[in-house]
């Protein structure tokens, strides 16, 4: 069955462009070209991967509304943002809100083409080694691996799907470091090294958020990250 794609793009020409590329690689694509028919069709049914523009018309940052209200009916489904807007302010925005990825209109059909492909195949790979095992614990921390879902000391903490494969690559052996590049190639993200270490932060404040003391994930300075045993 065709993945389905949601794309939220207020202008037509390149909305239909990008639906297009989609179509053609095989993808089942539906467009919206402002937020309330978007946030509409969700509560509904929700899609398999949500492609967002910034600027919806009028309303400058309704792309910012459609992806925080989206994330809060799904806490995994992937989320790329693709905007004309390049600036680091908006980029971080976008990544404190639970967006997957951030891209800019200047990259090319097979570039977002490669990053909607590899979101799916982490969604994928998950499944399948889900499958052969349900639980991975490590002394306080229990992820269910069927519910893509993370308790720390069986406080359940929202991670986003980036988050949870960041989570789990580190805590599948705990003490080894993890370099940078090694959880993006886990992850199958395409990202630089500070969006690497943007996410760790966020990753941190969510279970500082339920318990003050939590200093699992280690950073190794110069080599990458640690799940401390």
């Known amino acids: ?28 694509v539906i467009c919206f070209d402002n937020k309330e028919s978007a946030l509409s069709a969700f509560r509904h049914r929700l899609p ?3 492609i967002i523009d910034i600027g919806l018309g009028d309303d400058i940052e309704g792309g910012f509304e459609v992806c925080r209200e989206l994330r809060s009916m799904s806490s995994t489904l992937p989320i790329i943002f693709l905007t004309a807007r390049d600036s680091d302010f908006d980029a971080i925005s976008g990544f404190r ?7 800019t209109k200047d990259v090319s059909i097979p570039q977002i ?5 590899a979101l799916f195949r982490r969604m994928e790979a998950l499944q399948s080694e889900f499958a052969r095992e349900q ?18 000391k069986a406080s359940k903490i929202a991670l986003t799907l980036t988050e949870f494969w960041i989570v789990y690559s580190l805590a599948r052996i705990p003490g080894h470091v993890k370099s940078r590049g090694q959880l993006m190639q886990d992850a199958n993200i395409f990202v630089d090294d500070g969006t690497v270490t943007s996410h760790v932060k966020r990753i941190r ?6 318990d003050e ?13 640690r799940w401390k045993t």
């Open 1 to 28: 069955m065709a993945k389905r794609i949601a794309l939220v793009e207020d202008e037509a020409a390149i909305r239909e462009n990008y639906a297009d590329a989609l179509k053609g690689h095989g993808y089942e």
């Open 48 to 50: 398999e991967l949500a």
């Open 97 to 103: 809100l639970g967006a997957d990825d951030y891209l």
């Open 113 to 117: 083409l490669a990053r909607v492909a």
């Open 135 to 152: 639980l991975h614990t490590v002394g306080d921390l229990a992820i269910d691996k069927n519910c893509m879902t993370v308790e720390w």
């Open 205 to 210: 404040r969510k279970f500082e958020q339920v």
């Open 213 to 225: 003391s939590f200093d699992r994930i280690e950073t190794a300075y110069g080599m990458g990250y």
